[in-house]
């Protein structure tokens, strides 16, 4: 069955550095997301792409984030500046179309210290 | 505005005996629900849901779920559990017209750790 892969799988990273998150949505999907889930909380929605540009986007992806898809496999998270509180796992998902089933990755962990 | 309360944080039961992990909802719109897995170091799997058709809805391993709208529930069951389901189970809620589309806002409970015993 075709999966949502996501690199690394884990990242340890200082204060203040840049961090980029990369998925690879499943070939034919259309819409994608990124989610995240800091340790003990909820997963929460970052943000939803489609058609090259930010569809919506919550509260909490603020300046500090982006999203690019830079070719037509990748679909990358970035983080400019990390802080403590963004140490957290990170999930990309895809689905084909509105009313499709949303597929997730198995996460990237972000720790930053 | 739409969310979902998990009731319990942990679930224990032994292998062989019936599950039910508790989950009821607020949503403004006609909600589609959802449950979703997550067993360790893997990412979150579909296991169910219910976009305003049949009531009770099958999904994978053995798992239903009802959707009661006067109850504001969507309880998921097995009959019988398996080591194999112990894991964290996830009850999602977005407005139907929402769902998959371009804003995609899932929004989740906190999760129940199922735990199953020998």
């Known amino acids: 069955e075709p999966e949502v892969t996501q690199t690394p799988s884990h990242q340890v990273t200082q204060m203040g550095q840049e961090v980029i998150l990369r998925c690879v949505p499943i070939s034919n999907h259309l819409y994608f997301y990124w989610y995240r889930q800091i340790l003990g909380q909820k997963v929460e929605f970052l943000v939803s792409f489609y058609n090259n540009e930010i569809s919506e986007k919550s509260e909490i992806f603020d300046d500090q984030f982006s999203v690019e898809r830079p070719d037509g496999s990748n679909f990358t998270l970035k983080i400019r500046s990390t802080k403590l509180e963004d140490s957290a796992m990170y999930f990309c998902?895809?689905?084909?179309?509105?009313?499709?089933?949303?597929?997730f990755g198995e996460g990237s962990w972000l720790t930053v210290v | 505005a739409q969310s979902v309360t998990q009731l319990d944080s942990h679930v224990s039961v032994s292998e062989g005996t019936p599950v039910l992990l508790r989950c009821n909802y607020s949503?403004?719109?006609?909600?589609?629900l959802f449950w979703y897995v997550q067993h360790p170091n893997k990412g979150l799997q579909l296991l169910l849901k219910?976009?305003?058709?049949?009531?009770l809805v099958k999904g994978i391993n053995g798992f239903e779920a009802e959707f009661k709208k006067s109850e504001t529930s969507f309880h998921l069951t097995k009959p019988s559990a398996h080591m194999s389901d112990a894991a964290e189970y996830f009850c999602v809620v977005t407005p139907f017209r929402n769902y998959g589309g371009s804003q995609g806002n899932l929004i989740f409970g906190k999760g129940t750790k199922l735990s199953v015993k020998p």
């Open positions: 998902a895809s689905t084909p179309a509105p009313g499709n089933t949303i597929y």
């Open positions: 949503s403004s719109y006609s909600p589609s």
């Open positions: 219910y976009t305003s058709a049949a009531t």
